[in-house]
């Protein structure tokens, strides 16, 4: 019996969600862009997408730009807003905890000539708004931070900056990471002053390979690619709506305030289940996102019992996807014992899980740490 406890890597595609995408592979398959009857209905299957993305985050439909997902949404937001201000300032503010796809751009950035400020974590992994309020001032042309860290889950003040930025009379545009909190918190970008959020679809129980950038209405951004008329020209080629429409179906499913209810007492099950376990040390804040817990292994490297776990269809992390087993440079960032990051484990959870798969884990856990070694 599997255990999937990866969630925060990816998720199971709901099967309402894969019917729905099948039908329009197979049905309404039109270009939406086409004139005749078959891409008018095509047309009509994304308008209603759009307007269910747009409802959930409480926005305009026209301010949801269809993309491939979370990293190219990032991408585009950061590099979009940072060449649509250049001339206003030099100065971006970020965090040393941000994703991948949101940290390595700041690094191209940089070697352009920006000067980017990245606010550390404290040593559980919180980041203080006092940070930012020292940081941003008149040359700052663009604040990005991340609503929910995808390692530890930590919840970022993502609510406040935007007062900051008013109160420094900065000319910065406001970039929301919202990939691991969307439809797992309560999201309005518009009641926060953010500018640009990101979503994507393979966290929530849609398809892989289709994510939406909210642009508020009056933020100019430069487009990163070029060609024909979609997406308002901001992010132009064919929209893949097979995928879009499985993403909307799936935005549709999500109960938030059940679901959290939920994966709240998972949440508390699994920490008082783990923290029995000798050598478990629990490195996620009681204040993080109960989606995540990061947990360390003393003694055994974090792929050593991974695949150790593996054995027993028990799927869990070494930390983010996107990283392939590289060091986590969020928990170098909070300076964690190197011990602690080398043995780190995430633990992330959805609807689909139940408690016999908590305890099935710390089982594994347990008895890995009687047959492994460090390596």
Known sequence: MEHYLDNSATTAVYRE???????????????????????????????????????????EDNEIYFTSGGTEANNLAVLGAVNAL????????????????VFETMKQLEAQGFEVTYIEPDKEGNISIEDFIAHIDKNTILVSLMAVNNEMGNILPFDRVSKIIKDNNSPALLHCDCVQAYCKIPLK???????????????????KGVGALFIKNGVRIIPQ????????????????????????????????????????KLNSYAREKLSTIDSVVINSPENALPYIINISVKGIRSETMLHYLEQFEIYVSS??????????????????????????????????????????????IDNGMKKLVRR
């Open 17 to 59: 969600v894969a019917e729905k995408a099948a039908e329009i592979m197979t049905v309404n398959f039109g270009n939406p862009s086409s004139l005749h009857s078959k891409g008018m209905e095509a047309e009509d299957e994304l308008i209603k997408a759009r307007h269910i993305i747009a409802k959930s985050l409480a926005v």
């Open 225 to 264: 690619h070029f060609g024909g008329e979609q997406e308002g020209k901001i992010r132009p080629g064919t929209e893949p709506l097979p995928l879009i429409c499985g993403f909307a179906k799936a935005v549709t499913m999500a109960d938030i305030e059940k679901n959290y209810q939920y994966i709240s």
């Open 189 to 207: 970008p518009k009641k926060y002053g953010i500018d640009l959020a990101t979503v994507s679809g393979h966290k929530i129980h849609a398809p």
């Open 319 to 364: 930390g983010s996807a996107c990283a392939k087993g590289k060091p986590s440079h969020v928990l170098q960032a909070m300076k964690l014992d190197r011990d602690l990051a080398d043995s780190a484990l995430r633990i992330s959870f959805s609807t689909e899980n139940t408690e016999d798969d908590i305890d099935a884990l710390c089982d594994a």
């Open 86 to 101: 250049k001339r206003r300032g030099n100065k971006i503010v970020t965090t040393a905890v941000e994703h991948s796809s």
